[in-house]
C-alpha cells in the first residue's frame, strides 16, 4: 500500500493538470462550435429563401412603410416576411405593373441583394449569398431576348441596377453592404436552374 501511495502522490498531479487541461479546451471550444452551427444554420436558411408566386402576383402586397422608420435600421421594413423590404417590393410593382416576368426576376434579385444586409458575417456567409445572387442576376438575363446583344446588356444591366439603387438607399445600407464585401471569398459554379420561378410558366 505505501508503494501505491508513493506512486499515486508522483502521478495525481500530473493526471489532474490534463484533465483540468481537457476541460478547458473543451470550454475553449465551445464558441467555436457555436459559431460553426450558427453559420451552418444560416446557410441553409439562405439556400432555402425563394421567392413565391404569391410574391410576384401581389396577393399578399405589404403597406406603404413609414420612411423614418424604415430607414431607421439597415434591415428596414418586411411586414409581409417574404425577405424582400417593403419599399423596394412596392417600387418593382410600380414600376412594373404589367410584366410578371420582370417582377419575378427583380424580386429573386432584391431578396439576394438584401441578404447582404442581413445575413452575411463570414466567408461562408458571403459565398452562400453571392451564389443565390449570381443566380437572380443570371434570371434576369433571361427577362430579354439576345437578339440584339448591345440592346440586351444595356436592359439587362439597367433592371440590376435599379434594384441595387432601391436595395441600397441609405448611407447605412451601402456601408453596411461594404462591409458584407469584406468577405468575398470564391463560391460554387453557376446553378442550371436561375429562377426561383419559371419565367415561361407567367403570362406576361
Do not use: H
Request: proline share 6%; hydrophobic share 40%; charged share 25%.
Amino acid at each position: 500500500m505505501t508503494i501505491l501511495k508513493r506512486v499515486w502522490r508522483w502521478v495525481k498531479w500530473p493526471l489532474a493538470i490534463l484533465v483540468l487541461a481537457y476541460i478547458a479546451l473543451i470550454i475553449y471550444r465551445i464558441p467555436a462550435v457555436g459559431e460553426k452551427q450558427r453559420t451552418a444554420d444560416t446557410i441553409a436558411r439562405i439556400q432555402a429563401q425563394k421567392i413565391t408566386l404569391s410574391d410576384v402576383m401581389g396577393t399578399n402586397l405589404p403597406p406603404q412603410p413609414y420612411e423614418p422608420e424604415n430607414d431607421a435600421t439597415v434591415a428596414g421594413i418586411d411586414k409581409n416576411n417574404n425577405g424582400i423590404r417593403d419599399d423596394v417590393e412596392l417600387a418593382i410593382f410600380a414600376k412594373y405593373p404589367k410584366s410578371a416576368k420582370i417582377r419575378a426576376a427583380e424580386l429573386q434579385y432584391a431578396m439576394t441583394e438584401q441578404m447582404f444586409l442581413t445575413d452575411v458575417y463570414n466567408t461562408n456567409t458571403w459565398g452562400a449569398v453571392a451564389n443565390q445572387n449570381s443566380r437572380a442576376y443570371d434570371c434576369i438575363s433571361l427577362t430579354y431576348p439576345r437578339t440584339n446583344l448591345q440592346k440586351y446588356m444595356q436592359i439587362t444591366d439597367g433592371y440590376s441596377k435599379e434594384v441595387e439603387a432601391w436595395v441600397f438607399n441609405t448611407q447605412a445600407r451601402k456601408d453596411a453592404k461594404d462591409k458584407a464585401y469584406d468577405f468575398t471569398t470564391s463560391y460554387g459554379s453557376p446553378d442550371p436552374v436561375p429562377c426561383d420561378i419559371d419565367l415561361n410558366s407567367l403570362p406576361n
